[in-house]
């Protein structure tokens, strides 16, 4: 709080008035912190693979290199983890490109429909692998919309490499894309885990999990929903999560039409 008395001009002794500046530091303070926190995340999350690699790497150096079996189980680990760090990185940077760019997103046309497709074709070995079934019922009449397409893709690429991370082999995940009113709604439906109600505000925060373990166990890097959120809104959009425990997931996303251009 700043204050400043004003005084009459021809007789400084006299006080005419009183001007009272309040600035609002809270908010500042809040994302100082924020970025504080993300940076103390950052470093805790790229440390574990490190320090479980370097592990290895010096019990390799010391001895174990000579048994064939464990050598091989040793450099598996380490491939994961080397493959994990790079995930995590590639994260973190995507997620702060759509951060910094966030007042000057690309207006590509993005013919939803087509992307879709893609999207399906790719996602498809990574169900079949998991025998999940990746059905689709898309629109063929979805109307044109604007944004970053990669932007665009990647926010499907998440959602439904989550649908088949978190779903149990054999269970199924639908993917529907319709228009309703002038909004594109898009919906990634699984028959997984689920996620408990009280865990679902916090979903979208960054590295946030409902299950470290689990998480990790599927290769996960905390970040995915976070990246999905930020995507999201660039398109002027809304996400909605429906879930019930041990029966499965909804995640929908409604991107109003008139976001075109
Ligand atoms: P992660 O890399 O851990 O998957 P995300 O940001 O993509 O990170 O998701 C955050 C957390 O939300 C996950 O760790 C998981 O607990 C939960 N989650 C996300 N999608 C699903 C889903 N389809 N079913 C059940 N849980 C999910």
Do not use: C
Not at 48 to 66: D, Q, R, Y
Not at 139 to 146: A, E, G, K, V
């Amino acid at each position: 709080i700043y204050t400043n008395l004003i005084k009459l001009e021809n007789d400084p002794t006299k006080t005419i008035g009183l001007v009272t500046l309040i600035e609002d530091i809270t908010e500042i303070r809040k994302l100082e912190k924020m970025r504080s926190d993300f940076v103390a995340n950052v470093s805790h999350e790229l440390k574990t693979p490190l320090t479980s690699i370097s592990g290895f790497v010096e019990t390799l150096k010391s001895g174990a290199i000579e048994d064939e079996e464990v050598k091989n189980r040793f450099l598996d680990i380490i491939d994961i983890e080397t493959e994990r760090l790079a995930r995590l990185i590639d994260d973190i940077l995507t997620l702060s490109d759509i951060e910094n760019s966030q007042h000057k997103v690309l207006h590509q046309e993005i013919l939803p429909s087509d992307t879709l497709k893609e999207v399906e074709e790719m996602m498809k070995p990574i169900a079949t692998n998991k025998a999940i079934e990746l059905l689709t019922e898309i629109d063929l009449n979805l109307p044109m919309i604007y944004g970053n397409r990669d932007w665009f893709k990647q926010m499907l690429i998440n959602l439904i490499d989550n649908a088949i991370k978190y779903t149990p082999r054999e269970g199924k995940v639908q993917l529907t894309a319709y228009k309703r009113y002038s909004n594109l709604i898009i919906s990634v439906k699984d028959t997984g885990i689920g996620i408990p109600k009280k865990d679902i505000p916090r979903l979208f925060e960054r590295f946030y999990r409902v299950d470290k373990a689990r998480s990790r166990k599927v290769g996960g890097t905390g970040l995915g929903l976070a990246i999905v959120k930020h995507i999201v809104l660039s398109f002027n959009g809304k996400i909605k999560v429906n879930s019930e425990q041990d029966k499965g997931s909804e995640f929908i996303i409604i991107l109003p039409i008139s976001s075109a251009k």
